[in-house]
C-alpha cells in the first residue's frame, strides 16, 4: 500500500488512481497531435479521436465503432482513459502494451485503412513535424517506431484522478451519500470486486464472460483464446476497468448492454449467479457513477499544415 | 478607417482582424459543447468539427467532404474561421447568417442526416444539456433556435488575428520579409485585392469565378444563381476570405486546386487574363502566408454524458 494512503484505502480493493510521473513532456504533446491527426488514416478523416472521443469519455459511445468508408466494426471500442493500467491491451490482450497497440488501428482496414509506410511519408512531408521530431528524439527522420512511441507517452497522461470515490478513499467520508455507500458495499461482499479491482477498478485480469450462466451473444468474438489458441481461454475477456463507466455507454465486448442498470443485472447473474432487487442494482449503479474521475483537459491541438509534396488523401476510391 | 490602426492600414485595401467583442460567453460555451457533439448526427458520429476540424484551420482539408454513411459531398467544405465576417453564409450565400446556417448541416441527409425534432429530443434528455440551457436562457427547455444561437455564439469567437500580415498593417515594418512585401505589391497591384479585400481579404461579395476565362469543373454546383433564380448570376461564387488560407487546402468551391500555386496561378489566368512568372506566383504565395493568424485557443470541451433515456444513435440502419 501506498504512504499517502488513508489507513481507511489501505484496506479497500480499489486503490486511488497515483497521479502521471515522469512523463516525456515534448514527447507526449508531439503523440496529441497524433492523437487527433485524421492524416494518419487512409481518408484523411478518422483519427484516434473519432472512435476514442476525449470529449466523450474516451470512446464513441457507440455499439461498435465506425471505420474506413464507414464499415461497422467488430467489438465495442473501450475507453483509453486509464488504459496505461491495462495488463495488456484489446478485449483479448493481444497487444502487451499501448506502444504495440497504436500500431494497430492506423494499419487495420477496417479502421484507420492506412500503411505504416504511408503515414510515415505524409509525416515525413510536413515540415512542422518533421521539426518536432527532430526536437523530441534529437535526430533527423520519422518511424513508426517514433509514431507509436510518442502516441503511448500522450496516452499515458490520460488517467483521471480526483473522483468522489477517490475522495472518499482519500478520507472524506462525506464525499460519498449513502446510497452510494450501500452499492459499494454490495459491490464487495457480493463479488464484484474479484474481478473489479486495483486502481483501474478492473484492467488487471482475463476473466470468462458468463461464469455462472452462458453470455449470448450473435458477436463472433471469442476473446483470450484468439491469442492462446487454448480452447480453456475461450470467452475469457480483460475486466473492464470500471473508472468513469458512466461516460462509457454502450457496455460489454459487443457494446449490447446500452445502460448500467443492464450491465450490472447481466454480471450479477451470469458471473456470480445473484439476481440483484431494483434497489440492490441501483445501489450499485449509484456507486459505479462516484468512479467518474477528472477529465484530461488541454488545449484542442493545433496540427502543422500539409505542404505541396504531402500525400493527398483519397477517401472515395 | 479605426481609430487605432496606423496611418499605413488605413491606406490599404486589406485591414486587420479586429479582436471579438460583446460575446455572451455562458452562450458560446455552451455552443462549443455542440460543435463538438456528434450526438447532433443520426449516427452519433459527425459533429460540425468533423468537416470543419478546428484543428485543422476549421476545414476538413479534403476536396468534398465525408458525411453520413460516408456520402461524398457536393462542394468543398469552407472555414468556419472568421465567417462571422461574411455578408452572407455558403459558397452560394443561401443562408443569411451563421445562426440560420447552423441549422442546416444537421438536418442535411447528405451531412449529419438528422432531424431537429430529433437533435432537441437528444439534447433534452440529457441533464448536463438541460442544466446548462436553463442557466444559459434563464428558462426550461431546449429548442432549434437555441442550439443554432449558442453554435453561432461560438462561431463568433473563432477569429484569427495576429496573422505577421497584421503586425505589418499595425506598424510593425520588419514583420514581413522583402518577398513577402514583394507579393503583397503584386496583390494589390495586378488586381487581386478588387476582390479579397477588407479584414477577411474577402467574404464581403459575390463574383464570378472564371471572370475573363471560364473555369473548367465536372462540379454541377452554379453558385448565386441557385439562389437568386437569376441567369447573370451564373457561376458568381462568394470571394473566398484569403485568411488562413495556408491551413484551407485544397482551393476553390470544387476543391480541385490542391496548392496555392495552382490556385494563385488559376486565378491570374481566369480573373485578371494575367500569366505569372514562377517567381511572381512564389511571392503572392509567400504573401499569402502571411495571413496565417492565431489559431483559436481553447480547452477541448468535455460533453455531458447520455443517460438511460437518451435517444441510441443507429449508424448503420
Ligand atoms: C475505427 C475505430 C477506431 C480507431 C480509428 C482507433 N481505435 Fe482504438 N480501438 C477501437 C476498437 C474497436 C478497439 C477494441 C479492439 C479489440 O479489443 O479487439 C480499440 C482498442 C484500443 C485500445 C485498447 C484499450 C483496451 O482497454 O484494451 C487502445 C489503447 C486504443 N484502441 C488506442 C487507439 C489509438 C492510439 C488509435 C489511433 C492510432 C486508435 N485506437 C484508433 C477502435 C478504434
Ligand atoms: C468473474 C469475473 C467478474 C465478476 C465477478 C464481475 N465481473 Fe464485471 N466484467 C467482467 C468481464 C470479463 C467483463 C467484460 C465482459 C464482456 O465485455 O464480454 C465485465 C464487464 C463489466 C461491466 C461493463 C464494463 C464495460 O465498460 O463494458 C460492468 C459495468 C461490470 N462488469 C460490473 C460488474 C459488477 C457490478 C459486478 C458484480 C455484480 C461484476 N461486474 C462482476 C468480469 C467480472
Ligand atoms: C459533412 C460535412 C459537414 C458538416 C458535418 C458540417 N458542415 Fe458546415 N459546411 C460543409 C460544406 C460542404 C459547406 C459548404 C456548403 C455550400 O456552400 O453549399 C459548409 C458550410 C458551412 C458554413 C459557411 C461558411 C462559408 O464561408 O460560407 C458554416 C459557417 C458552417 N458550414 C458551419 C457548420 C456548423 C456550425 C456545423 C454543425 C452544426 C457544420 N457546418 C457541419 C460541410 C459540413
Ligand atoms: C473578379 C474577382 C476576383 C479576382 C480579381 C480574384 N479573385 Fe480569387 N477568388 C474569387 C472567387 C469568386 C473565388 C472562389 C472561386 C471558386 O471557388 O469557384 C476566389 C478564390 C481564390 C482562392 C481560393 C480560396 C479558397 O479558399 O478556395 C485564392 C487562393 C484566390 N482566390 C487568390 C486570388 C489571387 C492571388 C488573385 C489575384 C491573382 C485573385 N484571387 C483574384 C474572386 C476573385
Ligand atoms: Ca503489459
Ligand atoms: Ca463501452
Ligand atoms: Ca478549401
Ligand atoms: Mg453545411
Known sequence: SLPWMSAQAADEPIQPIEPV????????ELGKKLYFDPRLSRSGFISCNSCHNLSMGGTDNLQTSIGDKWQQGPINSPTVLNSSMNLAQFWDGRAADLKEQAGGPIANPGEMAFTHTLAVDTLSSIPGYRREFRLVFGEDGVNIDKITSAIAEFEKTLVTPNSRFDHWLLGDQDALTATEKA??????????????NGPAVGGNSFQKMGLVQPYQTDNPAEGLSAVTGKDADRFMFKVPTLRNVELTYPYFHDGAAQTLTEAVDIMGRLQLGRKYSAEENAQIVAFLKTLTGDQPQFMLPILPPSVDETPVPRPFD
Open 21 to 28: 510521473k515522469e512523463i516525456n513532456l515534448a514527447l507526449s
Open 183 to 196: 452499492g459499494y458495499e454490495l459491490f464487495k461482499n457480493s463479488g464484484c470486486a474479484a474481478c473489479h
